[in-house]
């Protein structure tokens, strides 16, 4: 993994821990739990953990605004919604860093510029492969895609949940979380939010089959 970029970790540390130290830290908070270190099912559990978490968190490695910096302009005056729905995420909460598991919906009217609708999916997987808050990678995804687009408008909504409310604390399973962020025109005009919130409910092109 490369070195995180700027501003991603606490000022005055510089320095990602070597792949050694993440193992050992491992080992560490298995010995916490009471078991033994020693026994055949734990032997490569470090090392396990830690390559997991290279593809938990990849995201940090990742530059979302270097995702949208190739668009095009030659859509033939196209200049309503583009959308992309249910595209589906794993992150982390980064209070208990334990899973969130959701879906995203995102949606932008364009300035002229478009951009590949791949590269939506893959801001989405950016900021979800980092430790999270729901509201932060909300704010985030809308908050890129209107910086790096300058577009009329961005929805974004996302639908998920979190175990650490279904596998820990109130035990609440099946309870999701909704998120929204609304810029430009959908922020301004309630027609167009309630645009977008009938494009994320109509129906699904492959469930209609």
């Known amino acids: 993994m490369r070195e995180p970029q700027t501003g991603l970790r606490a000022s005055g540390d510089t320095r990602r821990p070597s792949r050694e130290e993440a193992e050992a830290a491992v080992r560490t908070l298995l010995a916490w739990t009471g078991d033994d270190l020693t026994r055949e099912g734990l032997l490569d559990t470090p090392k396990r953990v830690v390559d997991s978490y290279a593809e ?79 509201e932060t990678m909300t704010a985030q995804i809308a908050n890129c895609i209107q910086e790096a687009l300058k577009p009329k408008g961005v929805a974004v909504m996302i639908d998920a949940l979190h175990q650490c409310m279904t596998m820990r604390g109130v035990h609440k399973k099946g309870t999701t979380t909704i998120t929204t962020r609304f810029t430009g025109v959908f922020s301004e005009d309630k027609a167009e939010r309630d645009r977008f919130m009938q494009l994320v409910n109509g129906t699904r092109v492959l469930a209609s089959r």
């Open 56 to 134: 938990y968190f990849w995201g940090y490695d990742g530059d979302p605004v270097d995702e949208l910096s190739r668009t095009f302009e030659d859509v033939q005056g196209y200049d309503d919604i583009v959308m992309l729905r249910d595209i589906d995420f794993a992150s982390h909460c980064e209070h208990h860093m334990v899973p969130i598991i959701g879906v995203a919906h995102v949606a932008y009217i364009p300035d002229r510029r478009i951009v590949g609708i791949s590269k939506l999916a893959r801001v989405v997987d950016i900021y979800a492969k980092r430790l999270q808050t729901q």
